[in-house]
């Protein structure tokens, strides 16, 4: 079952131009803005799992451009978050629902 996750995240790469037309084909419920040399992302999306999506994210752009580099939180349905830098999990902090 798919889960609708939110991303928050900024983009770096060597080639801007290239990869601005590829940001806005992904995003395609939230944002995609320029400021200075990166792209911040505000978006949603659908998938099986963070890490799943984080990677086909990831990799879509450097299929593009090999020196893209991706700082991105996603959130799952439940608040937690895990940040991501490129395709390696930094930490995730749990939601702030509890079963108590």
Known sequence: MKKRFTLVARVSTS???AIAPILRQ???KGSVKKE???FLIHAKMEGDNVK???RTFLSTLRR???R???RAEWTSPDG?????FDYVLKKTIAGKHSDT
């Open 80 to 84: 937690t978050t895990q940040r991501f």
């Open 26 to 28: 992904l995003v395609t």
């Open 36 to 38: 200075r040399d990166e």
């Open 52 to 54: 799943e999506l984080n």
């Open 64 to 66: 593009v451009e090999k």
């Open 68 to 70: 893209t580099r991706l």
């Open 15 to 17: 080639r801007p131009e």
